[in-house]
T-cell receptor, first 110, second 114 residues
Framework: GENVEQHPSTLSVQEGDSAVIKCTYS??????FPWYKQELGKRPQLIID?????GEKKDQRIAVTLNKTAKHFSLHITETQPEDSAVYFC?????????FGSGTRLQVQP | DAGVIQSPRHEVTEMGQEVTLRCKPISGHDYLFWYRQTMMRGLELLIYFNNNVPIDDSGMPEDRFSAKMPNASFSTLKIQPSEPRDSAVYFCASSLTPKNNEQFFGPGTRLTVL
């Protein structure tokens, strides 16, 4: 089955700086890679996703890149704000279900 | 649409008791997923259904766990008997067919087994 590794487990940045979270996956057949944001006590919510036929996708301050050859994908958040503080999960879909990474706790210091 | 609905939101029970968690997916979604979230193990897929049929239950920890989906608008996850190590947040999620991949999560049920 699919195995997703996510790094770092915690990340602290100053407001206005950029944050990068990286994930690797094992199943070369995986073709869908979403990122979820989970605020404390809340449900995970999709913030951006990318499919295997695309190398990069951007939505305002958030971007995701995918390297199929190396089997890794990354989340980039620019101009971070305190409200970006949350746990971020990457995931990969090899079959019909998602396999999630272990999560990154991002703290944006004002 | 109200989104994915889960009940109860919080459940506190004693070891050995039966626990039933409930989920109502978004209307029209063909897929329903049950996840468990703990600090130690993160988000784990327990089981998922397609058109009310269980497709993959390999994530169900043991025979104490069972899940059903009697119709397109309702699913249950049952733990019998419950143990303290079952304490976790249980999420239900639903999605359309694989072409529309976004999974929408419910608010979760926080289970505490004493």
């Amino acid at each position: 089955g699919e195995n997703v590794e996510q790094h770092p487990s915690t990340l602290s940045v100053q407001e206005g700086d950029s944050a990068v979270i990286k994930c690797t996956y094992s199943d070369s057949a995986s073709n869908y890679f979403p990122w979820y944001k989970q605020e404390l006590g809340k449900r995970p919510q999709l913030i951006i996703d990318i499919r295997s036929n695309v190398g990069e996708k951007k939505d305002q301050r958030i971007a995701v890149t995918l390297n199929k050859t190396a089997k890794h994908f990354s989340l980039h958040i620019t101009e971070t704000q305190p409200e970006d503080s949350a746990v971020y999960f990457c995931a990969a879909r090899g079959g019909r279900a998602l396999t999630f990474g272990s999560g990154t706790r991002l703290q944006v210091q004002p | 649409d109200a989104g994915v609905i889960q009940s109860p939101r919080h459940e506190v029970t004693e070891m050995g008791q039966e626990v039933t968690l409930r989920c109502k997916p978004i209307s029209g979604h063909d897929y329903l997923f049950w996840y468990r979230q703990t600090m130690m193990r993160g988000l784990e897929l327990l089981i998922y259904f397609n058109n009310n049929v269980p497709i993959d239950d390999s994530g169900m920890p043991e025979d104490r766990f069972s899940a059903k989906m009697p119709n397109a608008s309702f699913s249950t996850l049952k733990i019998q008997p419950s143990e303290p190590r079952d304490s976790a947040v249980y999420f239900c999620a639903s999605s359309l067919t694989p072409k529309n991949n976004e999974q929408f999560f419910g608010p979760g049920t926080r289970l505490t087994v004493l």
